[in-house]
Nanobody, 125 residues
Framework: QVQLVESGGGLVQPGGSLRLSCAAS????????ITWFRQAPGKEREGVSC????????YYSDSVKGRFTISRDNAKNTVVLQMNSLKPEDTAVYYC??????????????????WGQGTQVTVSS
């Protein structure tokens, strides 16, 4: 069974850090770009960061650039999103998604092939 499973969400104070993981089962991430999306209540789903497969190129939305870092470990079939200096506006459900591609990644949710179930991140004092 093909699955993406996110973990690592939770409640954190402003300025704190969380580490989200996206683990794949039933398929290998070697040929997939991975994107992290988030969706806050009443808002559209937005791309946060993505990483390609072939050369590991990565991209960040302006809202998280300099605070979030995406990385992948193909041996563990996992992609990690390290989130530092968290702000209340980062509160959302975070999803990882897979795009069949070697040398590009995308922030367009309509292009994703597989989705995880999401993990809640709440930034509050």
């Amino acid at each position: 069974q093909v699955q993406l499973v996110e973990s690592g969400g939770g409640l954190v104070q402003p300025g704190g850090s969380l580490r989200l993981s996206c683990a794949a089962s039933g398929f290998t991430l070697d040929f997939y770009a991975i994107t992290w999306f988030r969706q806050a209540p009443g808002k559209e789903r937005e791309g946060v960061s993505c990483i390609s497969s072939g050369d590991g190129s990565n991209y960040y939305s302006d809202s998280v650039k300099g605070r979030f870092t995406i990385s992948r470990d193909n041996a563990k079939n996992t992609v990690v999103l390290q989130m530092n200096s968290l702000k209340p506006e980062d509160t959302a459900v975070y999803y990882c998604a897979a795009l069949t591609s070697l040398y590009e990644c995308s922030m367009n949710p309509g292009r994703m092939r597989y989705w995880g179930q999401g993990t809640q991140v709440t930034v509050s004092s």
